[in-house]
């Protein structure tokens, strides 16, 4: 048990609201074909917004739900599918953009796709825990539209754009905040399933061999489902070994926004009732890094997760990649 606690949470969503029926015309879709195959009903498309700047709202909004000053930040910590730029880290460009004092924190970028801002709160929290840190930002900010594949109709209809950040603090005496249990796993046979094979060292962006479609996101999704399906179970049953919780006594399950039809799948599978998993996928889209975050933080906003409440961080990203974390909130 780690002692530490999610002070404050925030999130951005840009204004832009793209309807299904909009994508539907544009990409020739046939009607209603998203909302069934997906789940989605509608996402958010940034429009001027950057990386760092939809970052910084979040982040703000963050900080002072946690009442905590900027200069009081001892780590900034982008934990998000692609950087804003190849170099320096994002979260140098977030401390800029949030005015905090040059100095004072230590900037650093963590990228697990997906599962970027669970793979950062375990890393955060044993460093606060630890006393290294006392006071830490975690901010997901993602800008799926632009890579989006329009030949691929799916993951083109699936994705949305936002941002959401939360502040780790260690828990004070008496306080039931901690962080009780954390899993990761990643099955590199998956690896080629989703992906963007451009923007790096082998497919760089000025070898003439790189054409624009490499830049653009791929997801082999039935094969993704199937590969999860086989994984999924075992995963969670040594998960729950390990972390002495029954699945009843869970109030809330987080899970990654990644499609309906695999998170009410998996929920049923793996023993939870709908009202015990929290679902903003059908106004917000698969958001990537930010998904699990975001849902977080608008279940906190709607009251469904309360101070105290046992919570469960669930999901599966590129690699293929899952993780779990256990929480109380």
């Not at 140098?92 to 953009?97: P, S």
């Not at 004070?172 to 790096?200: C, M, N």
């Not at 490499?214 to 590969?227: D, E, I, K, S, T």
């Not at 977080?296 to 899952?322: I, P």
Request: charged share 20%.
């Amino acid at each position: 048990m780690l002692p530490v606690k999610l002070a404050g949470l925030g999130w951005y969503l840009p204004e832009r609201r793209v309807t299904n029926a909009e994508l539907e015309a544009r990409l020739d879709i046939p009607e209603n074909w998203i909302e069934r195959l997906t789940g989605v009903c509608e996402r958010r498309y940034a429009s001027d917004e950057t990386m760092v700047s939809m970052g910084a709202a979040a982040s703000c909004m963050a900080l002072a739900n946690a009442d905590i000053a900027v200069h009081e930040l001892d780590a900034i910590v982008s934990a998000s599918t692609a950087p804003q730029q190849a170099i320096p880290c994002t979260a140098t460009f977030l401390q800029r953009a949030l005015q905090a004092p040059e100095g004072a924190s230590a900037c650093f970028d963590i990228n697990a796709t997906c599962l970027s801002f669970p793979f950062a709160l375990q890393m955060v929290a044993h460093l606060v825990a630890a006393g290294v840190y006392r006071n830490v930002l975690i901010c997901s900010s993602e800008l799926a539209s632009h890579s989006l594949n329009p030949r691929e109709r799916e993951s083109a209809a699936l994705f949305g754009d936002a941002a959401a950040a939360a502040v780790v603090t260690r828990s004070q005496p008496g306080e039931a905040s901690a962080i009780w249990h954390t899993q990761f796993a990643t099955y590199s046979s998956g690896a080629d399933l989703t992906a963007i094979v451009g923007g790096g060292l082998l497919h760089h962006p000025n070898d003439p061999t790189t054409t624009p479609e490499m830049n653009l996101f791929h997801m082999h999704g039935p094969a993704v489902y199937r590969q999860a399906s086989q994984v999924i179970e075992p995963f969670l049953e040594r998960f729950f070994c390990a972390l002495k919780w029954r699945r009843e006594e869970v109030d809330m399950v987080i899970p990654h926004q990644a499609s309906r039809h695999p998170i009410e799948q998996f929920s049923r599978r793996l023993g939870f009732t709908p009202e015990q998993v929290f679902l903003n996928l059908p106004v917000r889209g698969n958001c990537v890094s930010a998904s699990i975050p975001l849902a977080l933080a608008e279940a906190v906003e709607s009251e469904r997760v309360r101070r105290g409440d046992r919570v469960l961080l669930f999901g599966t990203g590129a690699g293929l990649t899952l993780g779990a974390v256990a929480l109380t909130y």
